[in-house]
């Protein structure tokens, strides 16, 4: 009999499933060019490689966020923005004007991007090397002019062992294939490790290499105890299978009880219910918000209208949209957040000037009120989709109540140009404004007045308040362990909004966050917007709460 073998690693997403090794084929990668093409061939190459492997990962996060979430998504808003780091393509552009040829240039410059993350000495730091490999990866593909993917032929499910696995492999895995998954190296804080963890894979990094000659064989994947057993006896694949039916049989208990709380009020042990809504950033999301309970939407992110556009998209194309979002919701609410681009949502026919620091500089609100005929036509398509369900509007980045007037007078002029041709829409439609700038929060007092309601953008509000870059990997923990002065200025705004008789939603990554949720319903929020895959666990934790 073959004695097993056990490789231990570490446990990065719950489970414990069987089945058999399949090793990961890495995608078909171009081979550097033997022969060199001009100067100004290659950078031509480099060129047309960054515009598509920008769509592409463009293409990765709008998967990532509609079927995992928006804190996942933000990984790939990471590698976009990599993509377009000054010094990292000026490497690039350098090697080839020192007469590389494309690929060894994006080869030469990943390595030493690399090596200088690796001898920082910081665990995180280090785990974004495989982010800088994905991107140069990605790019050397396209140069290739190669943009397929490895697709597996394989019927029955299996446990993938790879040496490695970057984010955008990650999350083109054909999950329903996927028993669970093995990497040599990496670890817990990786991008890889935090995907898988939301596609509910059970995964374990770390554990060493792992020789091709298994491939095939029958494994036991242990994620709690970071183990994988290989070539199984008798009596340890029982001994598993009986604590993976223990496991299995709390996990759909647990599941069986958030979907019998599904269509039901959230409500906290004290009486305080709580509103769950959806963020969604596409109508194609509609219908997975509904059938995982969702009360309204509490966020669409307008800007997919025209990021996803070569020009400004016409009055007409955006009544369309809204006015189906609020047909299929049925009369439920449904929050238009007004155009937020700027800072990471580049769109170049918006011909928006390069700035030193676009979180801080002309986005969201602050381009509608400098160009409000493009702000009147979006008012104007969602005023008329208003008469075909429950529609709110909601302005970002907001910082003063006279952001608030000046938007609510164009709201007036839209109102009164729609009647002159004969237009209805709902005359009570609700206005609010994201609380995501400590100003808003401070002037909550006084910008509650001019409102229905607030709903707090924590993932600006958290980096703004604590001076803190959430896409610099160097500071993000800056920003996972300081909630208390975010909460404190939430609890400000909605004792603000309470006391004029409106109401406060959080629809940031924190709403999500079930180590939070009681902290919401002590200060009295009444909604939490979340992305899809979180509404079960955020009814369910409502629930529990005192």
């Known amino acids: 009999m073959t004695e097993s073998t056990v490789f231990k690693g570490i446990g990065i997403s719950n489970g414990k499933v069987r089945g058999r090794i399949k090793f990961y084929n890495k995608e078909v990668r171009a081979q550097p060019s033997s022969v060199k093409g001009n100067k100004k061939q290659e950078l031509e190459?480099?060129?047309?490689?960054?515009?598509?492997?920008?769509e592409h990962i463009k293409a990765l996060e709008k998967r990532a966020l509609s079927t995992l979430g928006e804190k996942e998504a933000q990984i790939f808003e990471i590698h976009a923005m990599l993509l377009e780091d000054e010094d990292f393509i000026s490497s690039i552009i350098g090697e080839i004007n020192g007469g590389k040829s494309a690929e060894e240039a994006i080869n030469i410059t990943a390595k030493s991007y690399g090596e200088m993350l690796a001898a920082l000495g910081d665990e995180y730091l280090a785990a974004r090397q495989t982010d800088i490999h994905d991107i140069s990866a990605q790019l050397i593909r396209f140069l290739g002019g190669d943009v397929s993917v490895n697709k597996e032929k394989?019927?029955?499910?299996?446990?993938?062992?790879?040496?490695?696995?970057?984010?955008?492999?990650?999350?083109?895995?054909?999950?329903?294939?996927?028993?669970?998954f093995v990497t040599f190296g990496g670890t817990p804080s990786s991008h890889t490790a935090i995907l898988a963890r939301a596609m509910g894979i059970p995964a374990l990094v770390g554990t060493g290499k792992i020789d091709s000659i298994y491939d095939g064989e029958?494994?036991?994947?242990?994620?709690?105890?970071?183990?994988?057993?290989?070539?199984?006896?008798?009596?340890?694949?029982?001994?598993?299978?009986?604590?993976?039916q223990e496991y299995n049989?709390?996990?759909?208990?647990?599941?069986?009880?958030?979907?019998?709380?599904?269509?039901?009020?959230?409500?906290?042990?004290?009486?305080?219910?709580?509103?769950?809504?959806?963020?969604?950033?596409?109508?194609?999301?509609?219908?997975s918000a509904i059938s995982n309970g969702a009360e309204g939407i509490g966020l669409l992110r307008s800007e997919f209208l025209y990021l996803s556009k070569d020009d400004y998209p016409s009055q007409e194309e955006l009544f369309s949209v809204y006015r189906d979002i609020a047909i299929?919701?049925?009369?439920?609410?449904?929050i238009v957040r007004t155009l937020d681009i700027g800072a990471d949502k580049q769109i170049p026919y918006f011909d928006i000037p390069k700035e030193e620091n676009p979180s801080l500089g002309y986005r969201a609100i602050r381009i509608c009120l400098d160009r409000q005929e493009l702000f009147k036509t979006q008012l104007k398509a969602i005023l008329r989709a208003s008469k075909f369900g429950r529609i709110s509007i909601m302005l970002p980045m907001v910082v003063s109540a006279d952001?608030?007037?000046?938007?609510?007078?164009?709201?007036?002029?839209?109102?009164?140009?729609?009647?002159?041709?004969?237009?209805?829409?709902?005359?009570?439609?609700?206005?609010?404004?994201?609380?995501?700038?400590?100003?808003?929060?401070?002037?909550?007092e006084v910008i509650a007045k001019e409102v229905d309601f607030f709903s707090v953008g924590t993932n600006d509000l958290t980096q703004y308040t604590l001076a803190a870059d959430r896409q610099n990997p160097r500071v993000t923990h800056i920003c996972d362990n300081n909630a208390e002065p975010v909460m404190r200025l939430i609890k400000m705004a909605t004792d603000a909004i309470h006391r004029k008789?409106?109401?406060?939603?959080?629809?940031?990554?924190?709403?999500?966050?079930?180590?939070?949720t009681q902290q919401f319903a002590t200060i009295g929020v009444d909604e939490l917007s979340v992305s899809v895959p979180y509404l079960l666990g955020v009814r369910g934790k409502v629930s529990e709460c005192r």
Request: aromatic share 4%; with cysteine; glycine share 8%.
């Open 501 to 516: 008789g409106g109401w406060i939603g959080v629809c940031g990554e924190m709403a999500a966050d079930l180590g939070l």
């Open 249 to 287: 049989k709390i996990a759909k208990e647990h599941e069986l009880y958030l979907r019998s709380v599904m269509n039901k009020p959230a409500v906290t042990r004290s009486g305080h219910k709580i509103m769950i809504y959806a963020n969604i950033g596409s109508e194609s999301e509609v219908a």
């Open 154 to 180: 394989d019927t029955k499910p299996y446990i993938l062992v790879a040496t490695d696995l970057t984010p955008s492999e990650t999350v083109q895995l054909e999950a329903s294939k996927i028993l669970g």
């Open 328 to 334: 299929k919701m049925q009369g439920k609410r449904v």
């Open 218 to 244: 029958e494994a036991l994947l242990n994620a709690e105890k970071g183990t994988l057993t290989v070539t199984p006896d008798e009596k340890e694949i029982q001994a598993f299978e009986k604590e993976r």
């Open 403 to 444: 952001e608030v007037k000046q938007s609510k007078a164009l709201l007036e002029e839209c109102k009164a140009e729609l009647l002159t041709r004969g237009e209805g829409f709902d005359s009570k439609i609700e206005l609010g404004v994201m609380i995501e700038t400590p100003a808003a929060a401070i002037m909550s």
């Open 45 to 54: 190459r480099l060129d047309r490689a960054r515009k598509m492997a920008s």
